[in-house]
């Protein structure tokens, strides 16, 4: 069984400054994949990130990163320069090795302040 | 409509009656996913498709859900009984390939989801 913890379950953030959301996971198998995703209000999944377990170096999509620390097995979400959009519930989940599910962690609530 | 379309958008039903949510994903994605998410919680995996057959179903909470997706296209959760447990926000996602955890970047589109509350 996999399992993804996210322990804050709201952060602010000041707009402009960077913020880390945490992501922490439990799995036995050997490959999987790891994805952050974004909900606003609206309620639709936004796909920010990915970071395969064999890969070698950090995920980067625009303002997103992903610090992959394999041997503790986090996988936290670097957000720069936070703008006031960016406010929303943030998911951290797992692929199995099959890839036929993701596992969801619980969210955090991230509040950009003006 | 490029993304996945999923109806009703809202579906308020008495305990008891029977449920019938639809998800159209994108066109040629051959996997796809049924999800609930409960207010404050992530979602939480229902059901996977591959094509037309059931690839995995050990989500389904019990006998009363049941999905199908009979032209490996359109799928539809049905759910009898309806409890006020169910209330909740029914997400379908697809893929054009299974998400993996090789070199894989198979990123998940996601519906707007259906609510549905249950009196």
């Known amino acids: 069984a996999q399992k993804i913890t996210q322990t804050q379950p709201g952060m602010f953030v000041q707009e402009k400054e960077a913020v880390t959301l945490d992501c922490t996971y439990d799995t036995s198998d050997p490959s999987y994949g790891l994805f952050w995703y974004k909900q606003p209000s609206s309620g639709e999944m936004i796909f920010l990130i990915y970071q395969g377990s064999y890969d070698q170096q950090n995920a980067t999509e625009g303002r997103y990163s992903l610090n992959f620390q394999k041997a503790r097995k986090s996988a936290n979400l670097v957000i720069s320069a936070s703008q006031l959009g960016d406010s929303a519930m943030y998911f951290c989940?797992?692929?199995?090795?099959?890839?036929?599910?993701?596992?969801f962690g619980g969210g955090t609530r991230l509040m950009v302040k003006p | 409509g490029a993304g996945v379309s999923q109806t009703p958008s809202n579906k308020v039903t008495e305990k008891g009656k029977y449920v019938e949510l639809r998800c159209d994903p994108i066109?040629?994605?051959?996997?796809l996913y049924w999800y609930r998410q409960s207010l404050g919680q992530g979602p939480e995996f229902l059901i996977y498709f591959q094509g037309t057959g059931a690839a995995d179903d050990s989500g389904l909470p019990n006998d009363r859900f049941f999905a199908v997706r009979p032209e490996g296209s359109v799928s539809t959760l049905k759910i009898q009984r309806t409890e006020r447990g169910d209330s909740a926000v029914y997400l379908c996602a697809s893929s054009l390939v299974p998400v993996g955890g090789f070199q894989n970047t198979g990123e998940l589109f996601f519906g707007e989801g259906s609510r549905l509350t249950v009196l």
């Open positions: 066109s040629g994605h051959t996997a």
């Open positions: 989940a797992i692929t199995n090795n099959a890839g036929n599910m993701l596992t």
